[in-house]
Nanobody
Framework: QVQLVESGGGLVQPGGSLRLSCVNS????????MGWYRQAPGKERELVAT???????NYADSVKGRFTISRDSAKNTLYLQMNSLKPEDTAVYYC????????????????WGQGTQVTVSS
């Protein structure tokens, strides 16, 4: 079984910063791409940022220049540093990963964390 556990969410004022973390554990042979997604009330879940196993990153236009995604394989952790937060960044943030549980590429499965709430408000 594979588990992704997010932490670091909370209430912050506009212009503030937060760092989200996502720790992975379980039967993991290798993790390919990882990412952060978010879902605001009444809206579809949307991509925030992704990072490949080779550390190539991709960001939604709405967060470029403000958010930074990174991963520390030694700590089994994915991060999202969020600066200059805006009220429209308020959402539940989810960690996502493509995980191989064996040597075979066919074993790849997509996993989600349970989410962490980020609220940006004065």
């Amino acid at each position: 079984q594979v588990q992704l556990v997010e932490s670091g969410g909370g209430l912050v004022q506009p212009g503030g910063s937060l760092r989200l973390s996502c720790v992975n554990s379980g039967r993991i042979f290798r993790i390919n791409a990882m990412g952060w997604y978010r879902q605001a009330p009444g809206k579809e879940r949307e991509l925030v940022a992704t990072i490949t196993s080779g550390s190539r990153t991709n960001y939604a236009d709405s967060v470029k220049g403000r958010f930074t995604i990174s991963r520390d394989s030694a700590k089994n952790t994915l991060y999202l540093q969020m600066n200059s937060l805006k009220p429209e960044d308020t959402a539940v943030y989810y960690c996502n990963a493509d995980v191989l549980t064996t040597y075979f590429e066919s074993s790849v499965r997509n996993y989600w964390g349970q989410g962490t709430q980020v609220t940006v408000s004065s």
